[in-house]
């Protein structure tokens, strides 16, 4: 059932618009992936190249599916492009890394100051600490200040 022309045309941009309703997250537009979803579905039986002639079609929906997800500038949507490769998904991995670490490092100083606001509740309210502390803001708590929480 492999279509040719115009016909094709027609089931690519459809093809094209199922995708674009899907979202850049769930189904991100590429030639690749596309390709893939119209062999699937037996509209080509051709390899890649075959889509080749339609290539502008594609970039334009592709682009159209960027801009709805939020990446908009020219620099942006290559960086987007980009990261589907080996190079760009190790290059988000590390920025995540970072990303994590200076989480991290801000979780550690809010639970450092929590603490203190704790100690100070402590030492100037009956109120039983515990019953205030989520479980890990407790378990932090008892691991920095020893057990020195209120006996009931």
Same mark, same amino acid.
């Given at each position: 059932?492999?279509?040719? @022309?115009?016909? !094709?045309?027609?089931?690519?941009?459809? %093809? !094209?618009?199922?995708?674009?309703?899907?979202?850049?997250?769930?189904?991100?537009?590429?030639?690749?992936?596309?390709?893939? =979803?119209?062999? +699937?579905?037996?509209?080509?039986?051709?390899?890649?190249?075959?889509? &080749? +002639? /339609?290539?502008?079609?594609?970039? /334009? #929906?592709?682009? !159209?599916?960027?801009?709805?997800?939020?990446?908009?500038?020219? =620099?942006?949507?290559?960086?987007?492009?980009? @990261?589907?490769? /080996?190079?760009? #998904?190790?290059?988000?991995? %590390?920025?995540?890394?970072?990303?994590?670490?200076?989480?991290?490092?801000? !979780?550690?100083?809010?639970? +450092?100051?929590?603490?203190?606001?704790?100690?100070?509740? $402590?030492?100037? &309210?009956?109120?039983?600490?515990?019953?205030?502390?989520?479980?890990?803001?407790? $378990?932090? #708590?008892?691991?920095?200040?020893?057990?020195?929480?209120?006996? %009931?």
């Amino acid at each position: 059932m492999a279509l040719q @022309g115009e016909k !094709l045309t027609k089931a690519i941009e459809h %093809e !094209l618009m199922l995708m674009l309703a899907s979202g850049y997250e769930e189904a991100p537009i590429t030639p690749a992936a596309l390709h893939k =979803r119209l062999v +699937s579905k037996t509209i080509i039986k051709g390899k890649l190249s075959s889509l &080749s +002639s /339609r290539r502008p079609l594609i970039d /334009r #929906y592709a682009n !159209l599916q960027m801009e709805r997800a939020g990446i908009k500038s020219a =620099r942006d949507k290559n960086s987007a492009k980009q @990261g589907r490769t /080996r190079a760009g #998904y190790k290059q988000r991995y %590390e920025e995540s890394q970072l990303e994590i670490r200076a989480l991290k490092s801000k !979780l550690d100083g809010n639970i +450092s100051t929590i603490i203190d606001m704790v100690r100070h509740i $402590e030492s100037t &309210s009956p109120v039983p600490i515990e019953k205030l502390l989520a479980p890990h803001l407790l $378990e932090a #708590y008892v691991g920095r200040n020893g057990a020195s929480l209120k006996e %009931e």
